[in-house]
Nanobody, 127 residues
Framework: QVQLVESGGGLVQAGDSLRLLCVISNRAWNRYNMGWFRQAPGKEREFVTAIDWSGNSSHYSESVKGRFTISRDYAKDTVSLQMGSLKSEDTAVYYC????????????????????WGQGTQVTVSS
């Protein structure tokens, strides 16, 4: 069993920065691909970014490339999403996700490929 818990969401102004944190309960997560997704009202869950099991590769959607950065800390069992230059279009519930036993598949952008999900954290960007 793997449990993921997100935190760090909030209400910010356009152009501001925000950091989200995902805490993973299972030590075996260091062999998982990790990702962040988001879901805005009335829309389907959307891929944001992913980092591979080794931490050496990352992938971003075109809408966030150059503004967001994903990282993982194996010692602290956490994955972070640093968001900068936030826009109103970034408003959504953000979810942390883990893909088990998919080390050789990259990039992993399909949400159906992920096995574990957090409860989500709300990010609201006002303009």
């Amino acid at each position: 069993q793997v449990q993921l818990v997100e935190s760090g969401g909030g209400l910010v102004q356009a152009g501001d920065s925000l950091r989200l944190l995902c805490v993973i309960s299972n030590r075996a997560w260091n062999r998982y691909n990790m990702g962040w997704f988001r879901q805005a009202p009335g829309k389907e869950r959307e891929f944001v970014t992913a980092i591979d099991w080794s931490g050496n590769s990352s992938h971003y959607s075109e809408s966030v490339k150059g503004r967001f950065t994903i990282s993982r800390d194996y010692a602290k069992d956490t994955v972070s999403l640093q968001m900068g230059s936030l826009k109103s279009e970034d408003t959504a519930v953000y979810y942390c996700a883990a893909a088990q036993d998919k080390e050789n598949r990259w990039p992993l952008v399909d949400p159906t490929e992920y096995d574990f999900w957090g409860q989500g954290t709300q990010v609201t960007v006002s303009s």
